[in-house]
Each structure stands twice: as C-alpha cells, then as structure tokens.
C-alpha cells in the first residue's frame, strides 16, 4: 500500500510540474479501478438499458477531466473528487441520450403515487399484484414498467443521501448554519426517510442498505444476496417508488 501511495505521489508531482500526456495515460491507468466501481454503483438504475462498458465509456471522460482539473495543493482526496466527476460524466452522458422521454417520467410520478395510495390505504407495503391491479396491468407489463422507469428516479434520491451522509464533500445543503429552518427541514426529512427505508419490505431494505450504506456495486449486491443483477435493479427501483411517494410532500427539499 505504500508503495502504491508513493508511486502516486510522484506521478502527481511530475504532471503537476510538467503536464506531460505520457504521464496523465499513466494517472488514468493507475485510477481506472474508479470508473469500474462509479460503473457498477450507477447500473443498478439500468438494467439491461445500458451496457455496462457504455458507463464505463462516459467515465472515462470523467477521470481525465478530474485529472485535469484536480488541485494537489487543496488537501481534497482524489479518489472522492474523481468519483464525482466520473458519476457526473455518466449521468451526463445519459442525459444527453435523452434516454429518459417525459412519459416516461410521467409514468415514473403515477407509480409511486399508486405505491403511496395503496400503503396508505392498506397499511402495509404493497405487493407487485396489487400495483399492476390498480394500474390495469398485466404482471409482465408491471416488470416493464419497471424495468423502464429505473432510471427516471437515479438522481433525487441517490443526490439527496449524498448531500447529507457523505462525509467530507461540500455540498450546497452543507451550509445549514446560516438557514436553521432548512436545518430543522433537512433532520426531519432524515428522519421519514430512515423511518420509511425501515418499513421496507425486507430484500428492498437489504439492496438500500447494501447500495447506499455499504456502497457496493450491483454485482456485489447481486453475488450476497444469490439473485440475478435484473432482479436487485428491480428491487431497488420499487424500493425509490415506495421511498420517493412517501417524500412526495418533502419535494421541495429534493433536488428533481
């Protein structure tokens, strides 16, 4: 480990002093295992929408702007940095896709309004049959739908777990002192949502856990739990519906 440590250091000394493209290819190939690991988190939104070697293709361009535009004399840590800008190179690049049409996304809001209804009125957390029931859909239209509307809900609620449980990365709710109404909102909302992630069905609970606790990749995830990469990616998505419907009058908080 501590060889590996000087090695980067003097690799950062050298392009911070000369910029040398021969140098920068070795940087990128010494942080790549970041790429892989921002890829793998991100395909749990996908499914089989995206390739996993397309993620890993749009954070590329991630890590070398990172290495770019990263300041050694800042006292940040690389790998946090470079993380960011490669997750946002990914998201970016989807967005550009306009992968997500409005329907979708339409599609996305009734979901988790029929999630909400459902375990409000029934008290208990709503099974698949009694979703595509109060949608008018079949059983594989319902895991369809599923499969298509993942990726509509990948950044408010990953965003919003980021800006308050990542330690050590400025974010712009980090600044509560100055606006103790958003303080007191932010806590609550904390709250609802542990209270909520809490009431999940039990292999819902283990995939939010696992991802955004743990923070393993959907590969990892998969190899725990003994079930297939499309099954956690689906009980992950249903698990954002039931969270984000009970948030739903906490929108204004979130960043959509």
Do not use: C
């Not at 390739?51 to 690389?78: C, H, Q, R, S, W």
């Not at 777990?161 to 909102?185: A, C, F, M, W």
């Not at 209270?195 to 609970?205: F, G, N, Q, R």
């Amino acid at each position: 480990m501590l060889s590996a440590n000087v090695k980067q250091i003097d690799l950062w000394k050298q392009y911070s002093e000369r910029k040398d493209p021969v140098i920068r290819e070795k940087l990128i190939i010494e942080y790549a295992h970041l790429i892989k690991y921002v890829a793998g988190r991100l395909s749990i939104y996908f499914g089989s929408n995206v390739e996993y070697d397309d993620l890993m293709g749009f954070g590329v361009f991630g890590l070398i702007d990172a290495i770019e535009k990263f300041d050694v004399n800042k006292g940040v840590k690389f790998e946090t940095y470079a993380s960011l800008r490669i997750r946002g190179s990914i998201i970016d690049s989807i967005r550009e896709m306009d992968w997500v049409p409005r329907s979708l996304r339409q599609k996305n809001k009734e979901l988790e309004r029929v999630y909400f209804e459902i375990e409000n009125q029934l008290g208990h957390s709503a099974t698949d049959k009694e979703v595509a029931e109060k949608l008018g859909i079949s059983m594989d239209e319902f895991y369809k739908l599923l499969n298509d509307v993942s990726v509509s809900s990948m950044v408010s609620l990953e965003d919003f777990l980021e800006q308050n449980y990542e330690i050590g990365v400025d974010h712009p709710y980090s600044r509560t002192e100055d606006k103790p109404e958003t303080y007191i909102e932010i806590n609550e909302l904390k709250e609802i949502l542990s209270d909520a992630i809490s009431k999940l069905p039990e292999k819902e609970k283990n995939v939010i856990s696992l991802y955004y606790f743990d923070e393993l990749t959907l590969k990892e995830i998969s190899s725990i739990m003994k079930v297939s990469e499309s099954r956690i990616s689906q009980l992950h998505t249903k698990a954002i519906l039931r969270l984000r419907g009970k948030l739903a009058r906490h929108r204004s908080i979130l960043k959509d």
